[in-house]
């Protein structure tokens, strides 16, 4: 059997392989604080440093269309809702409230699919494609908070924590470098091991530098 968004082999019978469930868990973790942290970058060639509350109250016209798009109904909260709805409906519980403003209800989301990683992992059948979205969703706002030149991914780190617990967290190669670095667990990688990387069939720990 294999893992639903990476198609890495899994050991055992599951929907998710570790360094999938580990990505997912970081980037549910993070897209809350992304939220706000575009409304920074709402106006074109401007971000003020008066906090993201203040200048989404403030914020003239024109406006970033893509960023206004991203914090408003239907962009990132409407992608966490809609899984978190799937799972718990896959769980057989009751479908959860949608109220309060956008920012609580992302952090709503985000925190009820993290409390079930583990039985998104094990057994929810979207599991793939749950992972699958919230990875370009999370790439999609990265490229909005950060518009430098694109970075090349590599797949996701394949460190082995200790007792089997694999890193997971996304590996990216900065523009204009041969270098990549794990930001969660410091981790090098040399550039012998994107490709095993890049297509899930990882090299043994001790190909990382």
């Known amino acids: 059997m294999n893992c639903l968004a990476c198609t890495a082999p899994l050991i055992s019978a599951a929907q998710l392989c570790d360094a999938c ?14 939220y706000l942290l575009l409304a920074e970058h ?11 509350v203040a200048l989404v109250r403030e914020a003239p016209l024109p406006v970033r269309e893509d960023v206004l798009a991203m914090r408003a109904a239907g962009g990132m909260v409407t992608v966490l809702e809609s899984w978190r709805e799937a799972m718990q409906d896959a769980r057989g519980w009751g479908q959860p409230a949608r109220t309060g403003t956008i920012e609580r209800r992302i952090i709503a989301a985000a925190r009820g699919l993290q409390l079930n990683l583990e039985f998104i992992a094990a057994e ?3 599991a793939g494609d749950l992972a699958q979205e919230i990875r370009a ?3 999609q706002v990265n490229a909005l908070l950060d518009p430098a030149p694109p970075t090349l991914s590599v797949g996701e780190c394949a460190a082995d924590l200790g007792g089997g617990d694999i890193c997971g967290a996304p590996l990216r190669v900065p523009a204009g470098t041969t270098t990549v670095r794990c930001r969660r667990c410091g981790t090098n ?5 994107w490709l095993t990387l890049a297509t899930g069939t990882w090299a043994p720990a001790g190909a990382a530098a």
């Not at 990688?189 to 091991?193: D, G």
């Open 124 to 126: 929810f059948v979207g």
């Open 21 to 34: 469930t580990r990505g997912l868990d970081v980037r549910l973790a993070e897209l809350p604080g992304q």
């Open 42 to 52: 709402l106006r074109p060639g401007a971000a003020r440093g008066d906090g993201p």
């Open 137 to 139: 969703l999370a790439g």
């Open 189 to 193: 990688y040399p550039p012998s091991s």
